[in-house]
């Protein structure tokens, strides 16, 4: 059973490339992509290297024991017309057995928490649309549907 005071948000760097990878792998076979920890592993590694992302790592700490439970990670960007920066909240996994422990809303927190430190104007996302468990999340905690635009996709 997990006791979420034993829960600790971090900033991951390259030492928990390993903690961080299989919780990638599972995030990319959600979204139904093919296993691969090894290619995510090099993914993460070149993002965190290149300073191109920031990754918010939720560990259970037990004695000896660290397992990771989930993870957030921000994109940097820019708005011309804001003439500011933002994030880009790209990706959002808990693991199955840590559900429902409010540590998504932790890491969600967390992330907000970043994008306010660092100055950025703005916060977004976007999920699947029939991925209607996050987004009650969203919503719950306070994000807006953007009904201003539409998105397109090329390639």
């Known amino acids: 059973m997990m006791n979420n005071e034993n829960i600790i ?3 991951a760097d390259l030492d928990q490339i390993e ?9 990319r076979v959600f979204y139904k992509q093919s296993s691969n920890v090894e290619e995510g592993k090099k993914f993460i590694r070149e ?22 439970l989930g993870f957030v990670q921000l994109y940097p960007s820019y708005s011309s017309v804001n003439l500011a920066k933002i994030w880009i909240l790209n990706d959002l996994y808990v693991e199955q057995s840590a559900r429902r422990r409010g540590v998504a809303t932790r890491l969600m927190q967390k992330a ?4 306010l430190e660092t ?5 977004t996302l976007e999920t699947a ?10 919503e719950l905690i306070g994000y807006k549907k953007d009904s201003e635009h539409f998105y397109y996709n090329l390639l």
């Open 19 to 27: 903690l961080v990878a299989d919780l990638f792998d599972k995030y």
């Open 112 to 115: 907000k928490e970043f994008a």
């Open 129 to 138: 649309k029939d991925n209607h468990q996050a987004q009650q999340l969203y």
């Open 9 to 11: 948000l971090q900033k």
């Open 47 to 68: 993002r965190m290297e290149n300073q191109q992302s920031v990754i918010f790592l939720a560990i259970e700490k037990q004695e000896n024991l660290v397992r990771p």
């Open 119 to 123: 100055g950025a104007k703005e916060l």
